[in-house]
Structure formats: C-alpha cells, structure tokens
C-alpha cells in the first residue's frame, strides 16, 4: 500500500517524546562445559560472551532513532556502573542514528535522562548456555521517583524541531512513571497549543487499580493479550476478542483508540472514537523471537501519529514493524519497514 510507505518515508519530519523506565539489558552467553569445581559447580571460564543492550523507554528511544524519527527521551538512572554503561549505550545509538540522518543535534533528546546518586539502575539480565535460555534476572528499582525531578525535566525541554506531536508513557513499574510524575507530563501535554497525544504502554500493572488511574483518559493504549485478559477477566478464545477489548476500554476510557497485541497472531485495534474494530493478521515470520517486538510496535505506532496518519494506518505499519523485529536482533530501520510494506502490499 503506498499510502502506508508513503507515511514511514516521512518519519524523519516526526519527533516523539518517551517518558518511562529506562533498563539495561545483560546478555550472557556461555558453552556447556563438562568441568566441575570442588564446590560442585559447572565452570564456564572463558567459554562465555556478554553482551549489553536497552530494554524499557530506552529501547524505545533506539527503536524511533533507527526509524530516523526524533525522540526526545525522560527517565532516570542509577548512580552506579550499570547506569553509565546504560548512558553511553545511549549516546552510541544516538550517534549512529545521526549517521544515518540529515539531524544535526546538540544532544538535547538526552536531556531528560537524569541520573541519581543514590538508585540503582533496572537490570535485567538473560542467561543462556548452548543458545538455549536457562534463566533471567530482574533487578528493577521500584521506588517512585520524587515529581520534582520531572518538573526539571520538563523546563529543560528543548525541542529543534517544534513541539513533538506525541507523548509515549511506557511504564514497567519501575517508579519512574507515578501518579505525581504521570500529572505533570499531562499537565504539560494539555497545555500545548497542539494536544500531544499520548500514548500509553504498560507492563505489570492490570490488578493494581492505584497504578492504572493516572492513565485513565489518555489519548490511545498498547497492551498486549496477556495484559488485555487479566484486565477484562476474560479468558481470550481466538473469537472473543470484541468483548475482551470492551471491557478494557470501559476501564481506560481512551480518548481515540486500544490496540491489542497479540504476538504471531497479530493485533486488535478498538478504534473507541469511531466505534470500529479491525483485526490485523502478522505477516509470518520462521522461528519469530519477539523480545523487543513490542517496544518496536511502540515505536512505529508513535511516529506514524506523530506524522498525521489515521489510527487504522499507524496500527498496520506498526504491525509490519513487528514482524521485523521478531525476525532479527537490533532494532528495525526505516528502510527494512518500506521494502516489507512494499512486498507484502
């Protein structure tokens, strides 16, 4: 559909702010060795890798930034070694966007990313031995973070391209993102000639009432299935998606739309506004890994708006992004998402 490349060629004009959990992602990779030590452990000196990526708001951020959009990033980090090693994680995706752009910046899209002394910074880290997944730990840093850092972040905004079109929350309970914290940026967002729309992706939050009311009324949310059933207490049979996704929108009350993700299934997009429903098929993908799949989803979705596109349109070019990510590791580029569109369309 050429409307649909048409609108991820324009990209580049959209800029996104992304408020949320920023976490560091520890990958170790090992051999299975046959050696054990006197206490009784398998030793993989040498024989393992590690590797770091961004996971949370932060892989949100690269995901805009290999789209060649403009986000402008908020969080915090901790004043610790896994907190600087997440900064400059950031700036190396940020330069490498800047490479494969016209952006001339002066660093102002990191701006908001603040770091603090005395938090630990979210971590999780993934271990696998022989390719295949043993376990995967999570520290997070769950204390809320005082509103007066927001209200700093929000006065050293400065945008070059004009006020971005979109907010995105995603929150991953974390701390970040709290009832005083969540006010302000509305706040901020309401206030702007332009309404920003904001876009809100959560994790961890159905059953905790306290933490989904400061998100009740926002412009458009993003859950996947698992989320959309313990919120409506609807077990999904492949046919009830309708009622599953009505009885997440009298929960939520969004302003436009509710946008179901559903893995290699596809997507549900509830557009509450016009009162219509879609079903999106995936475009299918061998051995798909959809770790990171739905901060890609996120993205795309995000920029499509923020260029002017239809709700409708925005959820398919997201659901193509999608399928990219699921299919590759890294985070998919604006050129990779044309040539599926044009493909498959």
């Known amino acids: 559909m050429k409307a649909l490349s048409e609108t991820v060629e324009k990209f580049k004009e959209g800029s996104v702010i992304v408020a949320g ?16 030590d006197s206490e009784g452990f398998l030793i993989y000196a040498g024989n393992y890798a590690r590797t770091y990526n961004l996971d949370g708001a932060a892989n949100v951020f690269v995901n805009i930034a290999a789209l060649q959009g403009r986000a402008y990033l908020c969080g915090v980090i901790g004043g610790d070694y896994f907190g600087d090693l997440l900064y400059l994680n950031l700036q190396k995706q940020f ?57 700093n972040i929000i006065e050293r905004f400065e945008f070059n391209e004009g006020i971005p079109r979109v907010l995105i929350f995603s929150d991953y309970k974390n701390g970040f993102l709290n009832s005083g914290t969540v006010r302000l940026f ?30 009740i009324g926002c412009y458009g949310f993003k859950l996947d299935l698992i989320e959309a059933q313990e919120m409506s207490g609807i077990k999904s049979n492949g046919e009830n998606l309708e009622e599953i996704s009505k009885k997440c929108a009298e929960i939520l009350q969004p302003q436009e739309f509710l946008l179901i993700t559903m893995g290699s299934n596809g997507m549900f997009l509830d557009n509450v506004w016009e009162g219509t429903k879609e079903y999106i098929p995936a475009v299918r993908v061998e051995n798909p890994d959809i770790a990171g799949a739905e901060d890609a989803v996120t993205a795309s979705l995000s920029l499509a708006l923020a260029t002017g596109a239809i709700e409708s349109d925005a959820a398919r070019i997201a659901n193509y992004s999608a399928s990219i990510a699921a299919s590759k590791k890294g985070a998919v580029s604006k050129k990779e998402l044309i040539d599926l569109i044009e493909k498959v369309d």
């Open 95 to 151: 330069i490498q966007r800047e490479k494969r752009s016209s952006f001339t910046s002066n660093f102002s899209e990191l701006k908001g990313v603040i770091g603090l002394k005395d938090r630990k910074t979210a971590l999780k880290t993934r271990i696998y031995v022989d390719n295949n997944k043993l376990a995967k730990l999570v520290e997070e840093a769950q204390q809320d973070v005082d509103k007066t850092i927001v209200q």
């Open 21 to 36: 959990d920023l976490i560091l992602e520890e990958n170790i990779r090992a051999i299975k060795s046959e050696k054990i």
């Open 186 to 215: 509305r706040k901020y967002c309401e206030d702007q000639k332009l309404k920003i729309k904001i876009i809100v992706d959560f994790k961890h939050l159905t059953g905790k009432p306290e933490r989904l009311e400061k998100y």
